[in-house]
């Protein structure tokens, strides 16, 4: 690896400190998300649970990393000759070099200029493979047209991405990508175990989750940097990310400037709900750093909502205190609801809906810290499915967070058992 590319690991890997926390930074730029191989949090509210991608383990090196650079020099992998002629034509195309590239910081998050990174052999949805990286869409012709581009770093095992893509962009994508000039890359950092994940992971997984659907798979073992005249492989590069704790870290990058305007983070942090994709792509020169909330339809039943007008349930403070046996309520307003209880011993709470109507989720709330449990193995506690049934279980005094995922509405019924 070259002397600018171990730089940019190193910077990386200064700043990228504990990963496996999940409370949000002082400067609200990392990524709220369940997870953890071994099960899903919500992508709203956890932290990464593998240090660095899995780093003490040397990933291999990913075949043909080493591109044509400018002027046409041959590296490695052979592509053109010198002055551009042809010796072996890559099947698999060119990095293209930007000149007027924008000066970027290496370490990426809200209102940075990203780094010229890109990725060998990148899979498009139909299975063909080509090169592809930021200099590609900033300078190419064939993305001349193009406003946002959408980057969802995510996990095999992570049950809240797979939602995220399957329930939330890919049934947007015809419309962004068709009539509003948006681009979309999938990079998956980590494959189902909780190793580094390469583009065939990345393939295979998405193809399985939204079969040809619009966007670029990428694995981060196959990213690289642009340094001079060439791309060096940076494998793992944004699993060392600082800003990156937690999975799906989304980000949406202003092709105009490669500069990031909006973060999932950030935008839960302002209002519950999912970034509106649709809007930023129309006006991406408005501040997107705190979007309106999405549309909300109530779709409750007269008499769903258990608290009245002037005492709601909305805060952890204001909890609803409940015995065992059975409740009902609503999720009738954008906003969460808390209930508390003090059983002598073991619990288990039982969340019923219709998933039709609504994707309701539960959490284990922490009382002191007024945020998510976290378990011992750094992921919040919680039942994060897309069912009709979400269970917790636990012991003693407890506080639980019922919400819709992405502004969801629905009725519910709760069920409270001691064990």
């Given amino acids: 690896m070259r002397t600018f590319a171990r730089l940019l690991m190193a910077i990386s890997l200064t700043f990228a400190l504990p990963l496996y926390g999940c409370q949000p930074s002082s400067d609200g730029d990392d990524e709220v998300t369940q997870v953890g191989p071994e099960g899903g949090t919500p992508s709203e509210m956890g932290g990464m649970n593998t240090a660095m991608g ?30 551009g002629t042809p010796e072996m034509m890559d099947p698999f195309g060119t990095f293209e070099r930007c000149p007027n590239y924008p000066a970027f910081n290496p370490v990426m998050g809200y209102n940075e200029v990203v780094p010229p990174i890109g990725w060998t052999e990148a899979y498009m949805g139909d299975g063909t493979q080509r090169h592809f990286s930021f200099e590609n869409y900033f300078c190419g012709e064939d993305y001349a047209d193009s406003t946002i581009l959408i980057l969802i770093v995510s996990a095999g095992w992570c049950q809240p991405c797979s939602r995220f893509a399957q329930a939330y962009l890919n049934p947007r994508a015809p ?46 073992l196959n990213t690289v940097i642009r340094e001079g005249d060439e791309m060096v492989p940076v494998p793992n590069y944004f699993a060392s990310q600082a800003n990156i704790r937690g999975f799906p870290t989304v980000w949406v990058i202003r092709k105009r400037d490669m500069r990031i305007i909006a973060t999932r983070s950030l935008a839960f942090m302002a209002r519950p709900g999912e970034l509106p994709f649709e809007l930023i792509a129309m006006d991406p020169e408005q501040d997107w750093s705190a979007p309106p909330p999405p549309p909300f339809n109530n779709l409750c039943e007269e008499g769903d909502e258990e608290e009245t007008e002037e005492e709601n349930n909305n805060r952890m403070r204001d909890a609803t205190f409940i015995e065992s046996g059975v409740h009902t309520g609503g999720i009738c307003d954008i906003y969460p609801d808390f209930y508390t209880f003090t059983p002598d011993g073991q619990w288990r709470f039982t ?30 506690v919680g039942s994060f499915g897309t069912g009709g049934v979400e269970t917790l279980t636990g012991e003693g005094r407890s506080f639980v967070q019922v919400y819709g995922y992405n502004a969801a509405s629905a009725s519910y019924t709760i069920r409270l058992e001691d064990l």
């Fill in 54 to 83: 899995g780093a003490d383990t040397p990933p291999p090196q990913p075949g043909g990393n080493d591109m044509m650079g400018m002027g046409g020099q041959a590296a490695e992998g052979g592509a053109m000759g010198m002055g």
């Fill in 351 to 380: 969340l019923e809906f219709d998933a039709s109507q609504g994707d309701l989720d539960l959490v284990l709330w922490d009382k002191r810290n007024d945020t998510a449990v976290v378990g011992e193995d750094g992921n919040p």
């Fill in 175 to 220: 419309n962004l990508t068709e009539n509003l000039g948006v681009e979309i890359v999938y990079l998956e950092a980590q494959d189902t175990q909780g190793m580094p994940a390469d583009n065939r992971f990345a393939y295979r997984h998405l193809r399985d989750l939204i079969d040809d659907g619009a966007g670029w798979r990428v694995g981060d």
